[in-house]
């Protein structure tokens, strides 16, 4: 069965660039689903930060819309997000999901925090 | 966006009893709602799909209706791993969106 794992620093200084990595095992990213990043922060719950397909179309959330870029590696099997111009309202957990009739299954999650 | 809000936010309950879970959008979603468990300290679990179709593995105690900008989850016995928060989510357009979570805490 298809399982996800984050990666990236967990630490981020202000104004900087957040960069994760979504590993995909046990299935292909090639396969007809969408792979997207979802943060939960406190302060704002479960927000979809958007998604991308093995072709490399996206699809972003207009409110991080100017400072996200999602690419994917097919021949690494794994897809990227980068979100720059970060600031403490960025401070979440961070967890990948792939979309079928609903996001399933998910990365457990890695807590990135914004601090200088 | 299309706004989704829940009710209530927090329910205490008992083991054995039945727990109805309300969501609703700011616009019509067709059957776009998934229904989520949340453990703390995990990632959400997907328990409901296209607004009442029930994942593979999960129990089917657990049950959902509703179309358009009306929904309910609904947990027909409550038992001990189910408490927990529950979320929904509508993928009818972009950008996706989430309720606010519902905590299903031991009365």
């Known amino acids: 069965q298809v399982q996800l794992q984050e990666s990236g620093p967990g630490l981020v200084k202000p104004s900087g660039t957040l960069s994760l990595t979504c590993a995909v095992s046990g299935g292909s990213i090639s396969s007809s689903n969408w792979w997207s990043w979802v943060r939960q922060s406190p302060g704002k719950g479960l927000e979809w930060i958007g998604e991308i397909y093995h072709s490399g179309s996206t699809n972003y959330n207009p409110s991080l819309k100017s400072r996200i870029t999602i690419s994917v590696d097919k021949s690494r099997n794994q897809f990227s997000l980068r979100l720059s111009s970060v600031t403490a309202a960025d401070t979440a957990v961070y967890y990948c999901?792939?979309?079928?009739?609903?996001?399933?299954?998910w990365g457990q999650g890695t807590l990135v925090t914004v601090s200088s | 966006d299309i706004q989704m809000t829940q009710s209530p936010s927090t329910l205490s309950a008992s083991v054995g009893d039945r727990v109805t879970i309300t969501c609703r959008a700011s616009q019509s979603i067709s059957s776009w709602l998934a229904w989520y468990q949340q453990k703390p300290g995990k990632a959400p679990k997907l328990l409901i799909y296209k607004a009442s179709s029930l994942e593979s593995g999960v129990p089917s105690r657990f049950s959902g209706s509703g179309s358009g900008t009306e929904f309910t989850l609904t947990i027909s016995s409550l038992q001990p791993d189910d408490f927990a928060t529950y979320y929904c989510?509508?993928?009818?357009?972009?950008?996706?969106?989430f309720g606010p979570g519902t905590k299903v805490d031991i009365k």
């Open positions: 989510q509508q993928y009818n357009s972009y950008p996706f969106t």
């Open positions: 999901a792939r979309l079928g009739a609903g996001f399933d299954p």
